[in-house]
Every structure is written in C-alpha cells, then in structure tokens.
C-alpha cells in the first residue's frame, strides 16, 4: 500500500481539526471578515482591516539572512499591523522568538530611505497557544516596554506582544467573549459554539463549519498532507544516507590511520577509487574534522 494513502487512515480528518491546527487557521484567516471577528475580540474594539489578509508571508531583511513565515498577517483602516499565529508546541524559544519576529516586521515598514522614524505604524504581535508560558494562569498576557525607576511610564513605541493562554483559569482583566473564543479555537465545534453567547463567535462558527463542509478545502487538505508525508520520507532517506556515507568515512579513516592506500581501502571496501581518493585527501586537509563535517563538504562538493 502507498505510504501517502495508509498515512490517510490515520491522518486527522478535517472536520476533526480545531482552529488551533494550522491548516484550518489559515484557511479561515484568509477571509477578511473572519480575521476581523478574531481580532476585534483579542482587543476588545471593532476593527476594519484593509485588503485581503496575508497567510505564510515571508519577511527577512536580507536574501543571506534568516527568514521568517509569518500565520496571519494584516493591517486596519488605520494602518495598524497585525500579525497572528497559533501555537500548538511549546518549543521552549517561543519568547524570544517573538522578539525577532518583531524585529523583522518593524524593519518591513518603512520604505527605503524614510528618515522619519514616526512614520513606523503600531503593530501587534499574537501568539494563541494551549498552554500558559508563565504559569499565572491568565488567558492573556499583553507585553509593551516600561521604564524601571519609574512605574507607569510607558515607553510608546507602538508595539504590542500578546500571548493568548486556551488553557487560562483566571478571568481577571479580560471580557467573557475572549475567554469563549479561547475556548472555541482549542474545541471547535458544534457544542462549543452553542455554548458561548457571543454573536461573533456563532458567526465565526458558521463560516469555518462553511470551510469544514467544502469538498475543495477537504481535497486541499490531503493534498497538504500527502506532502509532508512524501517530505518526511525524503528527510528520512537523506538521513539514512548520510549515516551510511558517514559510516563509510570512519572505515576510510581507520584505514588510511593504517597507512592502507586508497587504491587498497577501496578494493577492501568495494567502493570507487575516485570517492576514497577524495576522503583521502579531505582527512589529510583537514585532520581536526570529524566524519560528519567531512561528509557535509564533499556532499556540497560531489
């Protein structure tokens, strides 16, 4: 049987997905108006966005450096910037990776060549995850800089980091509706939406049961799924191709610490000249190397 297709079998359907999967996040972000929705609750105001939401944009400052893909990304009628993401894993870096996608989002809003530093809009950066960073138990955590020796001052420079908790127990500070659409995002389902009061959140409900029921997004998908199921197969056969190149290395290495020659050394091991030859010359170059670093130099160079 196909990998892909008995991967299926066990693969999540997606009526069973949540609005913390990624997949059915950003299928339902990419409409303006269900992006609104989220957002107006997250910060308790109405918002207008302006265009068509941004799903997996890409930002980095250089073709050489670190990129980033952002989930969600968006501005209002107001020029405000909005990026949001959902967060199923703690990876234990999320706080200061928050920290440069700040960095490359404020390096992405002024042109070339603007001088004028205020010209810079505010920007909100949210993360949604089923689990709470701090341990306080609160639903959201919203971060702006503030000056030490003097409490309450402020430094306004516009941007905002807010860490929405699904798994929150203490309300304090925070609407009744944000504490429903945590709860909706991490169970989205039929008995959750009926559940919450909230207008926005059964009119959310019905759009992304909308996404749920179309036959174009179910057949998306798979297709999304195959791909990482055929991805992780390729990673894996490279995996296990460089751990027979590098096991070939140490054997080639003990033997040239023998003084085998390669000629010999590949005759032992019933390889081609040319490649011992190589490894030959790699180790002699470079006697402080180890295996994997000379296997990562002559996969470039081969």
Known sequence: ?????????????????????????????EDKRNLQLILSIILGKELELKGQPQVEKELRTAPWLRSIRLDVYTTDEERRVYSTEVQKIN??????????????IDGSLLMPGEIDFNEMQPSYLISIMPFDLWGYGRYKYT????????????????????????????GEGVGTELIELLHYMEHTTDQSASHSTSQRIKELHGRVSQLK??????????QEWEERIYLQQEARAEGEAAGESVKLI??????????????ACADMLEEEVYLIEKIYDMIKANPDWDDTRIYETLKVSR
């Open 1 to 29: 049987m196909d990998i892909a297709v008995k991967n299926r079998q066990t693969v999540k359907r997606l009526k069973e997905l949540t609005l913390l999967d990624r997949f059915l996040f950003a299928e339902t972000m």
């Open 91 to 104: 990876t234990g870096n999320l706080v200061k990776r928050s920290r440069f996608y700040q960095a490359l």
């Open 143 to 170: 971060f702006r800089m503030t000056c030490q020796e003097q409490e309450g001052l402020l430094l306004e420079d516009g941007a905002s980091r807010i860490f929405l908790n699904t798994h929150g127990t203490n």
């Open 213 to 222: 029921a179309s036959e174009e997004i179910g057949v998306k998908y798979m």
């Open 250 to 263: 140490k054997q080639v290495r003990k033997k040239a610490a023998k003084g085998v020659t390669a000629e």
